[in-house]
């Protein structure tokens, strides 16, 4: 079992930067894929950021190019560095690991954290 826990959100300005972390501890594999996901209320959660063991890194659309998703295995810690800011961001943050699949799907992450409040404004 592998527990999560995420750090690093809070109140920002448009336009400006946050850098979240995700600390595992238990029975961690670093051979599986690593996400990052958010929720906003009312929305459905949806996955914004993966890595694979290899490095490799996926993006959806709407975080492409600002934000960037990286991983310290001997730390055993995943970050999501979030440029440009946008009011649209503003959501519960969640990682996830334990994906076979290097997808941005969250039923495919078999382990969460209990999130972090990120909230940007105008």
């Known amino acids: 079992q592998v527990q999560l826990v995420e750090s690093g959100g809070g109140s920002v300005q448009a336009g400006g930067s946050l850098r979240l972390s995700c600390a595992a501890s238990?029975?961690?594999?670093?051979?599986?894929?690593k996400g990052w996901f958010r929720q906003a209320p009312g929305k459905e959660r949806e996955g914004i950021a993966s890595i694979n063991s290899y490095g490799a890194t996926i993006y959806a659309n709407s975080v492409k190019g600002r934000f960037t998703i990286s991983r310290d295995n001997a730390k055993n810690t995943l970050y999501l560095q979030m440029n440009s800011l946008k009011p649209e961001d503003t959501a519960m943050y969640y990682c996830?690991?334990?994906?076979?699949?290097?997808?941005?799907?969250?039923?495919?992450?078999?382990?969460w954290g209990q999130g972090t409040q990120v909230t940007v404004s105008s």
């Open positions: 238990g029975y961690t594999d670093n051979s599986f894929a």
């Open positions: 996830a690991s334990g994906s076979r699949w290097f997808v941005l799907q969250p039923d495919k992450y078999n382990s």
